[in-house]
């Protein structure tokens, strides 16, 4: 069975920044891809980040040049470092792990974790 568990969500001002963590864990051979990706309520969740075991990195083009996104192999862990926030950023913020385990490959999805961006 695998784990995702995100952290790092919260309330901040317009162009402030937030830093979240998510950690992958159990029977895991190997990671192939982690990344976060964000929903609104009433609208469909969309990529906003992720990375390849070998550090390649995809962005959504609405965080280009804000957002940067990390991981950390031997800990099996990925960070979103997210500065200059802004309002439309807001939403809940979703780990998802694409991972090598006995059965195959799989993906897995975290719990979310809620951004608020907010005067």
């Known amino acids: 069975q695998v784990r995702v568990v995100e952290s790092g969500g919260g309330l901040v001002q317009p162009g402030g920044s937030l830093r979240l963590s998510c950690a992958a864990s159990?029977?895991?051979?190997?990671?192939?891809?982690m990344g976060w990706y964000r929903q609104v309520s009433g609208t469909e969740r969309e990529l906003v980040a992720v990375?390849?075991?070998?550090?390649?990195?995809t962005y959504g083009d609405s965080v280009k040049g804000r957002f940067t996104i990390s991981r950390d192999n031997t800990k099996n862990t990925v960070y979103l470092q997210m500065n200059n926030l802004r309002f439309e950023d807001t939403g809940v913020y979703y780990c998802?792990?694409?991972?090598?385990?006995?059965?195959?490959?799989?993906?897995?999805w975290g719990q979310g974790t809620q951004v608020t961006v907010s005067s």
């Open positions: 998802n792990s694409f991972v090598s385990v006995a059965a195959g490959n799989e993906a897995y």
């Open positions: 159990g029977s895991i051979f190997s990671i192939l891809v």
């Open positions: 990375i390849t075991r070998a550090g390649v990195t």
